[in-house]
């Protein structure tokens, strides 16, 4: 039985990763934290295992405990964090501390994936609204992204750690909570229409992206990166319309203008101090929702692995509001 360890086990994406690595009978290791939620992974097939990756010497030790690995996903990661430099430690700082263990205990035997994101090259130029595609130049617009990058390079200075990248465009399904609340406004007939225009985005059902991961992890092709979304180009409004329809719900539109949006990031990041919560639109967010041209290049994945997504968004959103109202979130 091949192993497989991924980290951030229990999140969103994570749990999806674990449900598909049981489904193709690897043995699963699920990296977790001691305060993480695991009502995702109830499966009793999985082995947890508790990560520490801030002190390096703890995690050393809790490494050099663990099997070595077939496959390790380094799926843990912080998209919305306090301080600009948080995402440094987390994002970057925290990367290289795990896989530092991991080639020091010798705990790899075939490969490392690590879930990178679209952010970290950037969007696409406004001008000629090309795709964004592996051999551009990265430019990160956001310090999530920029994070990201930091340890896409670190892991490709590495001469001899057979690694992949994966680098999802927005992904949604059951279990996301960000994009869910545009469900819930939409839900209770307020829409709101962010004063940035002629967007042209993409996304990705975290299945489809699942699907991708293993595919490009149990081929023989190492130290290469992937972009990955769905193929299509979808405008601003595309995602609420969807929504819209398939909840068969009529909305009050109101248009926040592009100042107002900042207004509305400064009070959030602000609240964030006296809620202790993360708040959905931050700065970060607002400089990405500023860029026009999220396209991304997933030929790669169709050329060298006849990848092809299973949902639209039209078929992926149908499936996440079955799950939001079956789990009572809508
Ligand atoms: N969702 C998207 O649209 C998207 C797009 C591109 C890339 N990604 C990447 O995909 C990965 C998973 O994201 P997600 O959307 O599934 O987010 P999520 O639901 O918030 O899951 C994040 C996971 O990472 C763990 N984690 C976060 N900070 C950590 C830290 N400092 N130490 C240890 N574990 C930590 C979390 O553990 P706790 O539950 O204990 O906090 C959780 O298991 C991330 O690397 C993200 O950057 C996401």
């Not at 009978?25 to 508790?50: C, H, M, Q, W």
């Not at 041209?293 to 079955?322: A, M, Q, V």
Request: hydrophobic share 35%.
């Amino acid at each position: 039985m091949k192993k497989i360890l991924i980290t951030g086990a229990n999140g969103f994406i994570g749990s999806f990763l674990v449900e598909e690595a049981l489904k193709r009978n690897y043995e699963v290791y699920a990296g977790i934290r001691k305060t993480s939620n695991t009502e995702y992974l109830t499966d009793p097939r999985i082995k947890f295992t508790e990560l520490d990756f801030a002190d390096t010497n703890f995690l050393d030790l809790q490494v050099s405990k663990l099997p070595c690995f077939d496959f390790v996903i380094h799926n843990a990661g912080t998209t919305k964090a306090f301080k600009k430099k948080d995402y440094f430690i987390s994002n970057y700082q925290y990367t290289k501390n795990i896989i530092d263990a991991l080639i020091s205990k010798k705990k790899v035997s075939n490969k490392f994936i690590y879930m990178s994101s679209l952010a970290a090259y950037g969007p696409g130029d406004t001008l000629q609204h090309n795709v964004v595609s592996s051999t551009d130049t990265p430019k990160p617009v956001t310090s999530y992204g920029k994070s990201k990058l930091e340890s896409e390079k670190y892991l490709c200075s590495l001469t001899e750690f057979p690694h992949i990248i994966i680098r999802p465009t927005v992904v949604y399904g059951p279990r996301e909570k960000d994009l869910f609340t545009i469900f819930k406004l939409i839900n209770n007939n307020l829409e709101l229409l962010v004063g940035f225009k002629n967007q042209q985005l993409t996304f990705i059902y975290v299945k489809d992206l699942v699907k991708a991961v293993f595919q490009t992890m149990e081929s023989i092709v190492i130290n290469k990166g992937y972009f990955v979304s769905d193929g299509n180009v979808y405008d601003a409004q595309s995602l609420g319309d969807i929504i819209k329809k398939q909840l068969g719900k009529k909305t009050v539109r109101i248009y926040v203008p592009k100042h107002l949006v900042r207004l509305l990031a400064l009070f959030s990041e602000a609240s964030k101090y006296l809620t202790c919560k993360q708040p959905v639109l931050n700065f970060d967010k607002v400089n990405e929702l500023e860029c026009v041209n999220w396209k991304c290049d997933n030929t790669p994945l169709i050329d060298e692995f006849n990848f092809k997504s299973d949902y639209d968004l039209n078929k992926g959103i149908f499936e996440t509001i079955e799950w939001y109202k079956k789990s009572k979130w809508l």
